[in-house]
């Protein structure tokens, strides 16, 4: 055994690899596998984006930009911002350009908390914020909320912040949520925010999928809260964008001014030839979300009967591009086994709701980002399953 094992950072023992890059890695090998189980968007990349990163590459513009960003991008985001959620941030000093939303996420965590922090983490959620908080010696406090359709209340914050008192530094929002698909009306979001500000907390708001919302309105929560609030989106799934790694940070000046100073030590700045393909997509392509948006309200509306009729009963699934569905009782109610199973068995890869925190239990998460063709044919596999695999009462 190396030596060198025991002198690594004590907290890097404590975090692993996420449960959902480990179960795909799992069932991958398995002959004709039908996958629905990454939240990668299966369009291409817009073509004037693409052309605009060309262009970028024949132009030599492959130096450093600054810390922030490129100085065009921010204004295009600031902008786009405005537009699109009548947010209104000064391009200058209240805008960073980041390594996709995750190190936007990195570098917020980092900056804000120190060890013996707590930051209420409502669950189900995605995986990677819990091991970021774990190595900055923080607490997440999980907040349950499948008693409430996955909704967050401002009766759950409140209760939390009873038993945990000032030592609770944050709350992380994620909507539309990975995994469930569930998002927030405006009454909603506004009940929360009269809530938080109540209380000197940081709200790290993760809205990567804001452009992707179904029969109701992006709200975000920096509306009613911009004082408080770390808005963090990107690039990834509005515009197909995931391989370009393109994020964004909007803050108050005065938050800002220290995050920058984390961003900057983990990445410098970003690739700068992603940075001009992300100028053409918040300009010329405002609305390149829109055609996408229209193809996964179709898939979406097509797996919610579908699995409605086999006897799933599926959250709300108003944003983003996942359906998160509850087993049937007479199943399997282990999700990694029954995802496991039905790989197995049936060639259907789905991700086990216990990938999410120990609320997603019982549940399973199914991409949409998918062809119909191949959701269609899931559906198929996935019927066979149940109607092969249901237990005699």
């Known amino acids: 055994m190396n030596p060198l094992l025991d002198h690594f950072n004590s907290q890097t023992y404590k975090i692993e690899v996420s449960d959902i890059r480990k179960f795909d890695e799992r069932v991958s090998p398995i002959k004709n596998i039908l996958k629905l189980t990454l939240g990668e968007p299966d369009f291409n990349t817009p073509n004037h984006i693409k052309l605009a990163a060309i262009e970028a590459i024949n132009n030599n513009e492959s130096h450093y930009t600054g810390m922030s960003g490129d100085s065009q991008l921010r204004e295009a985001a600031s902008a786009f911002m405005q537009k699109k959620y009548t947010v209104s941030y000064d391009p200058k000093n209240e805008v960073l350009v980041t390594v996709g939303a995750t190190e936007a996420i990195s570098a917020s965590l980092l900056a804000i908390l120190n060890p013996g922090d707590k930051i209420l983490v409502p669950s189900p959620i995605f995986p990677g914020y819990e091991p970021l908080i774990t190595l900055s010696q923080a607490t997440p406090i999980f907040i349950d909320t499948s008693v409430n359709g996955f909704v967050l209340t401002p009766e759950m914050i409140e209760d939390e912040l009873k038993k945990h008192g000032t030592s609770v530094k944050a709350i992380i929002l994620n909507y539309p949520n990975n995994p469930t698909g569930v998002t927030y009306t405006r009454a909603e979001i506004k009940a ?92 010329v392509g405002i609305d390149d979300a829109l055609p996408m948006k229209i193809e996964y309200h179709k898939r979406r509306d097509y797996l919610f009967e579908e699995l409605t009729q086999l006897g799933f009963e599926v959250a709300r699934p108003n944003g983003a591009f996942y359906l998160f569905a509850k087993i049937p009782q007479e199943f399997i109610q282990n999700s990694m086994d029954f995802c496991i199973e039905l790989a197995e068995k049936n060639k259907l890869a789905l991700i086990p709701g216990s990938a999410f925190g120990s609320a997603g239990e019982g549940y399973i998460r199914i991409s949409y980002a998918a062809s119909m063709e191949k959701l269609v044919e899931a559906v198929k596999r996935l019927r066979n399953y149940t109607q092969e695999n249901k237990p005699n009462l």
């Not at 809205?207 to 809260?225: F, G, K, M, P």
């Open 192 to 283: 929360l925010a009269e809530t938080i500000k109540k209380y000197p907390l940081f709200v790290i708001s993760d809205e990567i999928y804001s452009e992707l919302t179904y029969d109701v309105e992006h709200v975000s929560i920096a509306e009613y809260l911009r004082d408080q609030t770390i808005l963090i989106n990107g690039l990834s799934k509005s515009h197909a964008m995931t391989g370009w790694r393109i994020g964004f940070i909007f803050a108050p000046k005065e938050l800002t001014a220290q995050i920058i100073k984390v961003h900057q030590y983990l990445v410098t700045c970003a690739t700068s030839i992603s940075q001009k393909a992300a100028l053409a997509a918040l300009t």
